[in-house]
């Protein structure tokens, strides 16, 4: 199992990096090869579909980067669910595909175990699997059991904000719970969930400066608990603004597409969202006069 991980993650690095002799769809990522991030999507975006099948709809929109989810089944005659508990064959089958997709699994969650054991066991799956950063609402008991493990397996923790009154809802709060541990605990923020709870969601991109690791990205109908998902420029959400923060920060995370709505059918408006997102950072770049 270990030579097989090994073989998988160079493949995908060779990928990744340019060694294919042929890219039949173009990344969505290297056509923004001048913004210091990388553009990724979550699978709980096709919630309605097998893991495998988000694979395929993100090879579909050029993204090469996905976020997975506990509790997806697996696909194409995998018996099981994404999950730390997955077996070495299971494991095994996933990183396949991956591969066969030039797609990389850059996160889990939101995931927030509650023993040492399971938080241990959870690395380890992060490790076996290449998996960069684990999205989670940690107990605020574990924030130091976290903090050492993340040094210890150099893997990220990036905590994710529900809606008010989740625990992280405020990013004051998380910033002040985080002051202090390691490095490797982040900051994922959830910009629709920031416009639920009333708050400002460029303040709050600007609150987090310097702990942002990712974005759960998306535009939302209107503020307030009652807000849906929708194509990123027609909502409330100042997607552009929340853009040109990014650009000042200089972030270089993952930038990841969440579109809870109409997960059974929803390629159509994530297409429009990506569409409106080249043509705000080409307003962005003209704005700068230069290259992002």
């Not at 270990?2 to 493949?11: C, D, P, S």
């Not at 669910?81 to 089958?93: F, I, L, V």
Request: proline share 4%; hydrophobic share 40%.
């Amino acid at each position: 199992m270990k030579q097989r991980i090994l073989f998988v993650t160079l493949m995908m690095l060779f990928l990744l990096t340019g060694g294919a002799c042929t890219q039949p769809e173009k990344r969505s990522d290297a056509g923004r090869s001048d913004v210091p991030w990388k553009m990724a999507i979550l699978a709980y975006t096709f919630r309605n579909h097998t893991f495998f099948e988000a694979v395929d709809k993100a090879r579909e929109l050029g993204i090469h980067y996905i976020g997975g989810y506990p509790g997806q089944p697996i696909g194409r005659g995998v018996e099981g669910t994404m999950s730390p508990a997955m077996d070495d064959d299971q494991r095994e089958k996933v990183l396949d595909y991956l591969a066969s997709k030039e797609v990389k699994l850059i996160d889990f969650g939101v995931i927030s175990p509650d023993s040492e054991a399971e938080w241990t066991a959870l690395f380890e799956f992060a490790k076996a699997m290449g998996i960069e950063n684990i999205v989670s609402e940690p107990d605020p008991r574990y924030l130091e059991l976290v903090s050492a493990l993340c040094d210890q397996y150099q893997i990220n923790v990036a905590i994710h904000n529900h809606a008010a009154p989740s625990q992280y809802w405020n990013p004051d709060t998380l910033m002040n719970r985080i002051q202090g541990k390691s490095e490797r605990i982040g900051v994922c923020a959830d910009v629709g969930h920031w416009v639920r709870s009333g708050l400002d969601p460029v303040a709050g991109l600007q609150t987090v400066r310097g702990r942002l690791m990712e974005l759960h990205f998306k535009d939302v109908s209107v503020a307030g608990m009652d807000a849906e998902d929708v194509v990123w420029g027609t909502g409330v959400n100042e997607v552009e603004a929340m853009l040109a923060e990014l650009v000042d920060q200089g972030f270089s995370g993952f930038l990841s597409i969440e579109y809870e709505r109409n997960p059974t059918d929803n390629m159509q408006e994530i297409k429009e969202s990506l569409q409106f997102y080249e043509e705000a950072l080409a307003r962005i770049k003209k704005a700068m006069n230069g290259p992002l």
